[in-house]
């Protein structure tokens, strides 16, 4: 589950409090689970076409993969160096790509358990001298008290701009990403599930003033590529974050010993990944230049909502375009003399 990227930019900008990005996530539940339950979730995918999927994972990708590059040159990991390029934090990169690399299709020493680990031990060795405290105890749970004008300023602020952002990416692109990677395994991954499934959470999320979340398809094929490739991984992964939930605020300071660089690497391996699926439609030309102006648009604005906007009006005036030569090939074909 990942939070909802255009709730939590906003409710920066706006300096918004916690009630009201936890009112966004209850709504966002609410309605969500409305369209699960009423199956308007494959009626509303079909606004999105091939293309305009690809070009969401493609732009998503090229998100990602610029986030990693970002992380790698801005973050100085380890000691300081009189240099203004991150020498230590280069080397750093190099060699989790080599460690990534060479144990990507490994089963017995999953890339991503090794490199987190790795990552921490040069975290700790590093900061030896300041290691932060882990304390125990979870923080307390604050129920949320909805007030109806709350309520009403989040659905306008929060919620409406994020409802595109998450049906394209957190349910289509994740139900046609699933299915590219795990076939028929992936065959209860459906819109409709993926919306009762957010919505659920949400509500919860929502009531105990936790952040909103949604699934990724991003996230998937991260997933996939590090070695999580059965529900055995979502046990380990659950218990791994409830056990680190137990020790509260002090569980942030021991996942922040994992240098930025590692963090980085991952980011651009997941985002090659994630942006190449556009490659089964490279020979249909049309369908690849909505899909690269999706991606391009996205990547130039950082946000997916005005790219696949774009694609909507693309693939409408070339839908238009087709319709608009056929009826003229048609009216241009002599018609037979009695």
């Known amino acids: 589950m990942q939070p909802l990227k255009a709730v939590a930019a906003i409710a920066l900008a706006l300096h918004l409090p916690p009630s009201s990005i936890a009112s966004a996530g209850l709504l966002m539940g609410v309605l969500l689970c409305l369209i699960g339950i009423t199956n308007l979730a494959p009626l ?21 993969a610029r ?3 970002r992380l790698i040159l801005h973050h100085q990991d380890g000691p300081a160096l009189a240099s ?22 490994s089963a017995r020493f999953p890339a991503a358990l090794i490199l987190l680990g790795t990552g921490l031990l040069v975290g700790m060795a590093s900061h030896w001298s300041v290691l932060p405290p882990l304390d125990f105890g979870p923080l307390p749970l604050e129920f949320l008290h909805p007030r109806s004008v709350e309520l009403k300023a989040a659905l306008v602020a929060l919620v409406l701009p994020q409802f595109a952002l998450t049906f394209g990416n957190s349910i289509v692109a994740t139900e046609n990403t699933a299915e590219i990677l795990y076939g028929a395994q992936a065959r209860r991954v459906t819109t409709r599930a993926l919306s009762l499934s957010i ?12 952040a909103p979340m949604c699934h990724g398809s991003g996230g998937i094929t991260a997933h996939n590529k590090f070695g999580a490739r059965s529900e055995k991984s979502s046990y380990v992964i659950g218990g791994v974050c409830l056990v680190l939930a137990l020790f509260g605020h002090s569980a942030l ?17 997941v985002g090659i990944q994630h942006g190449s699926f556009v490659r089964d ?14 991606g391009l648009v996205s990547l130039i604005t950082t946000n997916l909502t005005w790219g696949f906007l774009v694609g909507f009006a693309l693939q409408g005036s070339h839908l238009a375009y ?12 002599p018609r037979p003399s009695l």
């Open 44 to 64: 509303l995918a079909k606004l999105f076409t091939l293309p305009i999927i690809r070009g969401i994972q493609l732009g998503l990708g090229l998100l990602l």
């Open 67 to 69: 986030e990693g590059i």
């Open 84 to 105: 203004p390029i991150p020498v230590f934090s280069l080397l750093i990169a190099l060699g989790s790509t080599a460690i990534l690399l060479s144990l990507r299709k």
């Open 199 to 210: 919505g659920v959470m949400n509500l919860f999320a929502g009531a105990i003033q936790a």
């Open 253 to 269: 300071g021991l996942l922040g010993l994992i240098p930025m660089t590692v963090l980085g690497v991952f980011l651009i391996y």
């Open 281 to 294: 439609i490279v020979g249909k030309r049309a369908w690849l230049v909505i899909a690269v102006v999706v």
């Open 322 to 333: 087709v319709k608009c030569r056929g009826h003229l090939a048609r009216e241009a074909t």
